[in-house]
């Protein structure tokens, strides 16, 4: 078999420098600049009630964009998931906060497995590099839907490239989903009730990373000295 032919370094430094392009040029029209200046202004105002009333003015708008930049970060990670969850946790407060970043990613998880699915391994090349994509690659054929977990549970993991070589392995969507939302529940929790600190959002984010790193150590260990027991 031969290996497969990876795209140049500057194809993919020029998709991402495209996109930042986009990006900054929609943010040089007057309108756009001066609405993400109010923006920013009402959301790390210390008044909850600026906040509110900025919350208020968008309407139904504002989840929908929130839940449509999820979705754009799960495909095109530009901005980080961590910023726009704090961000909305601000803006719409611990529960509505919550059910709007929980869609948000469960939509974003789908949207990256079926275009993974849709345009397979060319795709996470371009992106990521080969050597990351057969990591990802590797570790999904060896753990399944319990790898999908795993990483979901890991919040200082990025979870972006897994859902799109899901997709490429032909994974099958149901399991994929259902485990990428048992992971999401408790991660998403924690990090809209931890977002107003930074610092004990990093704190909390390490904490469960290294808990659910060391169950998983214990699991693998017990399965060798089994194994190894029925050897002897």
Known sequence: MTAARQPPRSLRWLILGAALALLIGVGLLPDVRAFLSTAFTALTSRDPAVTRAFVDGLGWAGPLALIAGFVLQAVLPVLPALVLTAVTARAYGPFEGFLIVYLGTLLGAAAGYWLG?????????TLVGERTRLKVHEFTERHGTQGVLMIRLMPILSADVMNLVAGAAR???RPFMLATAA?????????VWLSESSERLLWGMVILSVVVAGVVAGRALIRRRRAARGLG
């Open 183 to 191: 992971g999401a529940l408790p991660v998403t929790a924690l990090v």
């Open 117 to 125: 699915r849709a345009l397979g391994n060319a795709l996470i090349r």
């Open 171 to 173: 994974m099958e969507f």
